[in-house]
Nanobody, 131 residues
């Protein structure tokens, strides 16, 4: 499986940008679809974005579409989330996670990805957007 560690969170003003990174350990990173989720205090973990194993397919939550971009560098075993035009409601702990099955793109092409569709979660990175 894939072990992941997120970084890049911080405090930013509304309208600003951040880029999150998710470093993966293991030589199998390129086989798995990857996702970003977030969880605000008192709320359930929610889907943000996902990308398939090759990087050719991606999907986004409606609340971030047009503002966030997910990408991956399989040579560097790293997943990214570029976040632009940040809003206070984007404040949350952001998590990356690996899909459960190798060479599987259905988590990206099917219905809205759920946390249960992913395994190998990181510890999260805090993003705080001030108004």
């Amino acid at each position: 499986q894939v072990q992941v560690v997120e970084s890049g969170g911080g405090l930013v003003q509304a309208g600003g940008s951040l880029r999150l990174s998710c470093a993966a350990a293991g030589r199998t990173f390129s086989r798995y679809s990857m996702g970003w989720f977030r969880q605000a205090p008192g709320k359930e973990r929610e889907f943000v974005a996902a990308i398939n194993w090759s990087g050719g397919l991606s999907t986004y939550a409606g609340s971030v579409k047009g503002r966030f971009t997910i990408s991956r560098d399989n040579a560097q075993n790293t997943l990214y989330l570029q976040m632009n035009s940040l809003k206070p409601e984007d404040t949350a702990v952001y998590y990356c996670a690996a899909g459960r099955r190798s060479w599987d793109s259905t988590v990206v092409t099917g219905s809205t990805p759920r946390p249960a569709d992913f395994g190998s979660w990181g510890q999260g990175t805090q993003v705080t957007v001030s108004s």
